[in-house]
């Protein structure tokens, strides 16, 4: 991913004509603060922000990811960009769907939506090999929507 951000920022930048500019430049933007607004839920004992219901905040702000692609692909003003767009949409929904399943299972586990719970239950054993066929359905699902090998 760093290698990715060098070369992002060393490219050429080019525009659109006839595109929408402050809707094709924001969705990126809001992609950025989406993924980073994630981060507020990873459970360290030092955490000041503890959420009750960190997962549920952790599945609205991936799947609001979403939108952020739709909209790019639409403010281009170009038919192809579009259907690109549409086709990512609906392979990350469909992808989504299943790692929310997956994890919905560990939460029947716990019987709670706080993160914190997660790390207390994991101390003893961790849910990888408690759950070994569902943690490989995880890595494939998450392969899957990330669109890495």
Known sequence: PFSDAIKLFSKEQTYLLNSNYLIYYFSPIM???LSLMIWV???YYFNFISFNLGILFF???TSLGVYTVMIAGWSSNSNYSLLGGLRAVAQTISYEVSLSLILL???ILIMDF???KFLIYQSVIWFIFLMFPLSLCWLSSS???TNRA
């Open 41 to 43: 839920l990873m459970p």
């Open 31 to 33: 992609a950025f603060i």
């Open 105 to 107: 299972s560990s939460i």
């Open 143 to 145: 392969l899957a929507e």
């Open 114 to 116: 706080n993160l914190m």
């Open 59 to 61: 599945f609205c702000c």
